[in-house]
């Protein structure tokens, strides 16, 4: 696991370069066109390169996680 020494296994969702794994879980997090139904925000760790998920609102169980990819994922995606 990515920074598996560092970092708690409870903050950790990308398993390193398995991009496709299911424990991948900040695969199943979407962007949404609708800033409202924002309840989730991806927060750099600079230090480490790597991100984590806060909630930014209460989310309940079976609820679809969505938080903004951001500008730069966008322009890049439009690019290829």
Do not use: M
């Not at 991806?42 to 390169?49: D, M, N, R, T, Y």
């Amino acid at each position: 696991c990515f920074h598996q020494d560092i970092l708690p296994p409870s903050i950790v969702a990308d398993k390193g370069s398995c991009v496709n794994c299911i424990s991948v879980l900040a695969r199943y997090i979407n962007d949404h066109s609708d800033l409202r139904r924002t309840n989730a925000a991806f927060e750099k760790l600079g230090i480490f390169s790597v991100a984590v998920v806060r909630a930014t609102k209460d989310i309940e169980a079976g609820e679809e996680i969505f938080a903004p990819y951001g500008e730069v994922y966008w322009n890049n995606r439009t690019r290829s």
